[in-house]
């Protein structure tokens, strides 16, 4: 029982050290890049492979990213907040209005 407990807490002190690995680089390869973006390395190699996401080949075989475009990739298409739309539409409502 207590090996078990030791055995998790020393799993979870290599995810964080791995973690924090990963967030010190500025290339990341594609195992990383899909640990970094929480997606599986199939669906990353399809993301790239339909050019839906920045990637490099240098060689031809093996995929690197840069986190910083990454960071990009996963911040398009914000959506606004319901108090976000709303301002917008008082503000459209003000700015326009009919005289």
């Known amino acids: 029982m207590q090996d078990n407990l030791i055995l998790d ?23 990383e890049a899909a640990n ?19 990637h490099f080949c240098p060689q031809g075989k093996k995929l690197y990213f840069r986190r ?9 298409n914000r959506q606004d907040s319901s108090e976000e739309i709303e301002k917008q539409a008082v503000n459209y409502l003000i700015k326009n209005k009919r005289r």
């Open 9 to 31: 807490k020393l799993t979870e002190i290599a995810n964080k050290l791995s973690e924090q690995n990963i967030l010190q680089k500025t290339v990341l390869n594609l195992s």
């Open 36 to 54: 970094y973006l929480d997606i599986s390395e199939s669906h990353l190699y399809k993301l790239t492979s339909s050019r839906q996401i920045p």
């Open 68 to 76: 910083d475009e990454l960071d990009t990739w996963l911040q398009r």
